[in-house]
């Protein structure tokens, strides 16, 4: 192991001395990853103090010792350079007077990192106080992501002295001002998986991230203006998700909830899930799914308000064989991927996994535009779903169908939404194809958040039935609202209305809908697309393969 680190080392060093950057060379070293990253982090510590020119026996002394250490010790994994710094230069100055003793001739050279990191633990036996230099720190400094939704975006960083064009993909670290356009949307992903969604016109600081381990994490955002939609990991004691704002302190462990902040100051807060914390002159209160409150400049919050159902929903129920997930108008995407990683971008959205076997993604207030789902398979099924809008309550309009996949393939299914004073007033099926190589979401997969995630099992039905789930097998992370109950699986969903005369049969992949106040019934032998609509009593037949189907509103 000493022999293949020292390489592998050597390796890494060189390559970030032509540009590239730790976390790029990391993963193409996973043997020896939770040893090589805490010496790249010292390595560049140490790179600004003056170098020396060792003796060979010395470099050869040092290296043998730093090996054995390593044997002897477990080095943390995860170490960032603000971190390494931080903890490590007032040590290094002191080693540094009584390493240039120990060296003849000791003069200015600009010799290799190796070298230098070598010297520098070499001389950490000559200073009892560095013999825990590679320990790790109460907490260390981490980074977050920038995903450009669409729109520009704009970033402040410390000492930049202005505003600069962000980038897709950026890494963002402590002091870093964020700014959406009028038109913009962005989305945050911090280290450990939870994201803050930034809304047109927002303004927001990343004040702080750290993690001592994976039970203890801090995040502080300063939230200056505008409208953000936070979705907050569940995270262990002595951890919190902050954000800052001109009149309240808002603090979530494992929630969902969205922050206004206007001109004046005034910040708004209301919870979709979980418990919400928010403080301000010395006074508290507690937020819990469905409530809000109000906290003006300079005084404590308000007392609670139950927020009113959403005018409009869209509502999309599917089988576990297909795990599913939504993308709305502005590239934001709620749901999970087989894998179990789950994430929720769009704003008052939530995405559940039922103990029946069933899937369900919810969307508050749903916009005008297309929404496109994404079915991913678990296993070689046929996997059923349905697609609801509702206004009032109630549902205005729905398609119902089944696709069948394999496994590690799937299907992209757009919907236009026409809404109009909250009121979903048409609900089309745009188009259906098959899922390829480029995903629609715009997600960021943190190493925390996929060693976390559980791969979902697909369900399995017997003539029809299915077995998902039960009891402490149930998937319910993110607990379904209170408004989705039995009669929106699909045990009823198929059934609802239909005296259980609607039937379907697809052959060779072909995609069947239904409306569910007929009592019509449809065969389709193609590729094509079957429909059923609500109050017909005959039967359409598509021929084309890419027909279109639109469902009618139910009565």
């Not at 010496?39 to 560049?44: E, K, N, R, S, V």
């Not at 000559?126 to 590679?134: A, K, Q």
């Not at 927001?204 to 203890?216: A, F, K, L, N, T």
């Not at 995903?439 to 399995?460: N, S």
Request: aromatic share 4%.
């Amino acid at each position: 192991m000493g022999a293949k680190l020292s390489k592998t080392l050597d390796e890494c060093i060189a390559r970030i001395e032509k540009g590239e950057t730790i976390e790029r060379c990391l993963p193409e070293y996973p043997d020896v990853r939770k040893q090589l990253e805490p010496l790249l982090y010292m390595a560049l510590s140490i790179s600004t103090i003056p170098k020396v020119s060792p003796s060979e026996e010395f470099t050869k002394t040092s290296k043998a010792r730093l090996i054995t250490r390593l044997r002897q010790e477990s080095v943390p994994a995860k170490m960032s350079e603000r971190g390494r710094i931080m903890l490590q230069r007032g040590k290094l100055a002191t080693a540094w007077q009584d390493l240039r003793h120990t060296v003849t001739g000791a003069r200015k050279l600009a010799i290799s990192l190796t070298v230098a990191l070598l010297v520098a633990l070499g001389a950490s036996i000559l200073v009892p106080g560095l013999l825990n230099l590679i320990s790790p720190p109460p907490a260390m400094a981490s980074s977050c992501t920038l995903s450009i939704l669409g729109g520009r975006v704009e970033l402040e960083e410390a000492g930049s002295g202005g505003w600069q064009p962000g980038t897709d993909g950026m890494t963002l670290m402590d002091n870093t001002k964020v700014k959406t356009a009028e038109d913009a949307y962005a989305v945050l992903t911090f280290f450990e998986g939870s994201t803050i969604k930034l809304e047109p016109s927002t303004v927001v600081g990343i004040r702080q991230m750290e993690h001592g381990d994976e039970e203890s994490v801090t995040i502080v955002v300063e939230q200056l203006l505008g409208r953000t939609w936070s979705c907050v990991e569940k995270m262990g004691t002595g951890s919190c998700y902050k954000i800052e704002t001109p009149s309240a302190s808002v603090t979530a462990r494992g929630t969902l909830f969205t922050t206004d902040v206007d001109e004046t100051g005034v910040t708004k807060v209301a919870a979709t899930e979980g418990l919400v914390s928010v403080a301000a002159q010395g006074e508290e209160v507690y937020l819990t799914a469905r409530h809000r409150t109000r906290v003006e400049v300079g005084a404590a919050p308000s007392a609670l308000e139950e927020v009113c159902p959403a005018a409009a929903e869209l509502l999309i129920t599917t089988d576990i064989t297909a795990v599913g997930s939504v993308r709305d108008p502005t590239g934001s995407s709620t749901g999970y991927l087989p894998s179990g990683l789950s994430f929720n971008q769009i704003t008052g959205s939530k995405s559940s996994l039922l103990s029946n076997g069933c899937q369900v993604i919810s969307i508050a207030q749903p916009v005008t535009g297309e929404y496109v789902l994404a079915l991913r398979y678990t296993a070689q099924e046929t996997a059923r779903f349905s697609i609801q809008s509702k206004s009032g309550g109630k549902v205005v309009f729905e398609h119902t169908g089944e696709l069948s996949g394999v496994e590690g393939e799937g299907w992209l299914i757009g919907i236009n939404l026409n809404v109009d004073g909250g009121v979903v007033v048409s609900s089309t099926i745009v188009g259906i194809e098959p899922l390829g190589d480029t995903p629609p979401e715009k997600i960021v997969m943190t190493e925390l958040a996929k060693e976390r995630a559980v791969p979902i099992k697909p369900t399995t039905r017997d003539n029809g039935a299915q077995d998902g789930p039960t009891g402490d097998e149930a998937r319910d992370d993110k607990d379904v609202s209170d408004d989705i109950d039995n009669e929106d699986t699909f045990d009823s969903i198929r059934d609802r209305d239909s005296g259980g005369d609607i039937s379907a049969k697809d052959k060779n992949d072909s995609i069947g809908y239904e409306d569910t106040d007929g009592n019509t019934s449809e065969t389709e032998t193609g590729d094509n697309v079957g429909i059923r609509n609500a109050g017909d009593n005959t039967g359409d037949r598509e021929t084309e393969d890419d027909s279109v189907s639109t469902g009618k509103p139910t009565s």
